[in-house]
C-alpha cells in the first residue's frame, strides 16, 4: 500500500530536523530535561518536541484509531527497511488457528543459525510485525540471527491470556521446525519489547515448567513485568514521555478482563515465585520510562534465583526506542548495543 504524500514529506521533514546544528536542534527541543538525576538525551527530547507540534500520540480515540495510527506513525521514525535481511511470510499453527508471522534471514547467514522468536510491543492491543519491522530488520542483521516475528491476538477482541498461549506456541513451533526455519534448535530465544518483552518472559516461565524445550536466551526490552504493583517509576514519569500512565490505563482496560488475579505470574511474570532454571537474560531498560523500576526488579529477581542475567539501563531514553532507528543516531546506538548482546548471548551456546 503507498504511503500518503503528507506522511512522506512529514517523515522526510522529521528526519532532516535530527541533522540540523546541535544548537538548533536544542533551540526546537527546548531546555534539557532532568528528572531522577538523569538528562533525557536531546534526540529523544526533540522527538517528543516534534510529536507534540504534530499532536501525534500513542493512543488516540477507539482502539481501531489508535491501530491505524501506529501503523501511519511508523513511517516517520522507522526509516528506510533495513537490507540486505530476506522475508518470507509463513504461519505458526495453533489450538485456535494460524497465526501470521515472518522469517527475516540477514544476507550470508547460514543454516542452523541462532534464531530470536519475537513479540512485538504495543500493549497488547495495537502493534504488528509491520509497526515493528525495521527494529526487527536491525536485530537480525547487526545480532547475525534469524528472527521470526510473531503476529499474536490482540485484545480486547483476544483477552489475557490468549497471547500469552500464542507465544508459547510459537516458541513450541519454532523448535519443532527449526530445520525448515534454518535454524539451530539448541540457540532459540524469545525476546520482545514492552508488552512483547512481558509475552517473552512468561513464555521463558512456562517453558520451564512444562518440562520440554527452554529458550537458549531471553531478550526483554523495556517488559512489563507486574500488574500488581505501582512503582516509583510510574509516578516519575508519567507524563509527557511517550508512554502516560493514562495510556497504560488504558492497555491494562483492554486486555486484563475484569476479576483476573493480577499476581497470575502469565500476567506478571514478576510474581513467579520460583525462577531458578530459566535461561539467560538480557534486560534492557530506559531511564525515562513508566515500565523502568519493574523491568529492574525482574532482573534483580531473576538474579536472585541464581539466573544469568545482564541489566542495561540506558538512562537518557525513552519507552519505544527500538522504534525510532531513522531519526538520530543515539537510538541507533542503542539498539547496536541490544544486538551485539544478543549475538553474544547466543553464541555461548555454538
Do not use: C
Request: charged fraction near 25%.
Amino acid at each position: 500500500m503507498a504511503i500518503p504524500l503528507p506522511i512522506r514529506a512529514q517523515a522526510a521533514a522529521s528526519q532532516l530536523t535530527f541533522w540540523l546544528p546541535t544548537p538548533v536542534r536544542r533551540a526546537v527541543a527546548g531546555r534539557p530535561v532532568r528528572i531522577d538525576g538523569q538528562e533525557l538525551a536531546l534526540d529523544a527530547q526533540l522527538l517528543l518536541r516534534l510529536q507534540k507540534i504534530a499532536r501525534a500520540e500513542l493512543v488516540r480515540g477507539s482502539v481501531e484509531q489508535s491501530r491505524a495510527l501506529i501503523d501511519l506513525s511508523r513511517h516517520l521514525v522507522s526509516g528506510k527497511p533495513i537490507e540486505p535481511v530476506s522475508v518470507r511470510e509463513t504461519a505458526v499453527p495453533t489450538p485456535d488457528g494460524e497465526l501470521p508471522a515472518t522469517l527475516y534471514t540477514p544476507a550470508g547467514l547460514p543454516e542452523k543459525s541462532p534464531l530470536l522468536v519475537f513479540f512485538h510491543g504495543g500493549g497488547w492491543v495495537i502493534g504488528t510485525r509491520s509497526s515493528h519491522d525495521n527494529a526487527v530488520r536491525f536485530l537480525a542483521k547487526h545480532a547475525g540471527v534469524r528472527v521470526l516475528s510473531i503476529e499474536y491476538r490482540l485484545a480486547p477482541e483476544f483477552p489475557f491470556p490468549a497471547a500469552t498461549e500464542d507465544a508459547l506456541a510459537a516458541f513450541e513451533y519454532a523448535v519443532a521446525k527449526a530445520g525448515d526455519l534454518g535454524a539451530d534448535p539448541a540457540r532459540i530465544a524469545v525476546g520482545g519489547d514492552s508488552a512483547g518483552g512481558n509475552l517473552a518472559a512468561v513464555t521463558a516461565q512456562q517453558a520451564v515448567r512444562r518440562g520440554g524445550p527452554v529458550p537458549a536466551f531471553q531478550l526483554l526490552i523495556y517488559p512489563a513485568t507486574d500488574f500488581a504493583q505501582r512503582y516509583r517509576s510510574q509516578d516519575l514519569f508519567a507524563e509527557d514521555l511517550f508512554l502516560t500512565d493514562v495510556h497504560m490505563k488504558w492497555f491494562e482496560g483492554h486486555y486484563v478482563p475484569e476479576g483476573t488475579d493480577l499476581t497470575d505470574p502469565r500476567l506478571s511474570p514478576l510474581r513467579a515465585e520460583d525462577l531458578s532454571g530459566l535461561p539467560p537474560a538480557l534486560i534492557v531498560t530506559a531511564g525515562f520510562d513508566p515500565l523502568r523500576d519493574e523491568g529492574e526488579a525482574y532482573a534483580e529477581k531473576l538474579a536472585a534465583a541464581g539466573v544469568d542475567v545482564a541489566l542495561r539501563r540506558h538512562d537518557d531514553l525513552i519507552h519505544g526506542f527500538i522504534n525510532f532507528t531513522g531519526v538520530g543516531t543515539r537510538f541507533r546506538e542503542a539498539l547496536a548495543e541490544t544486538a551485539g548482546a544478543l549475538r553474544q548471548g547466543l553464541s555461548k551456546r555454538d
